[in-house]
């Protein structure tokens, strides 16, 4: 069993960043894909960003590319996601993921959420413009 913690939401103006990290009880935690996925109210959730657990890549939502970075620090059994030129519409409730251990998969598999066996109870980004 993996919990998920996310942490470093909170209010931001337009135009500014935030970095939100979540933490992974994984013994193991090199061995696991991370995902982050974030959901607005009335809206369906949507894909952020994937890191495999290689390390050798990442994916990004259209919405985000070029704004938003993923990066992870195994030492630390933690994953980040640095946000930058916030838009209102980035705000919603931002969730960390992750599938079964040693699961790499496509932009395809990873952006669906289906794909992903872990999630955390998710940190809320707020955007004013």
């Known amino acids: 069993q993996v919990q998920l913690v996310e942490s470093g939401g909170g209010l931001v103006q337009a135009g500014g960043s935030l970095r939100l990290s979540c933490a992974a009880s994984a013994r193991t935690f090199s061995s696991y894909t991370m995902g982050w996925f974030r959901q607005a109210p009335g809206k369906e959730r949507e894909f952020v960003a994937a890191?495999?657990?290689?390390?050798?890549?990442?994916y990004y939502g259209n919405s985000v590319k070029d704004r938003f970075t993923i990066s992870r620090d195994n030492a630390k059994n933690t994953v980040y996601l640095q946000m930058s030129s916030l838009k209102p519409e980035d705000t919603a409730v931002y969730y960390c993921?992750?599938?079964?251990?040693?699961?790499?998969?496509?932009?395809?598999?990873?952006?669906?959420?289906?794909?992903?066996?872990?999630w955390g109870q998710g940190t809320q980004v707020t955007v004013s413009s």
């Open positions: 890191m495999p657990w290689t390390g050798s890549t990442t």
């Open positions: 993921a992750a599938p079964n251990p040693y699961y790499s998969g496509t932009y395809t598999r990873l952006s669906k959420g289906e794909t992903y066996r872990y």
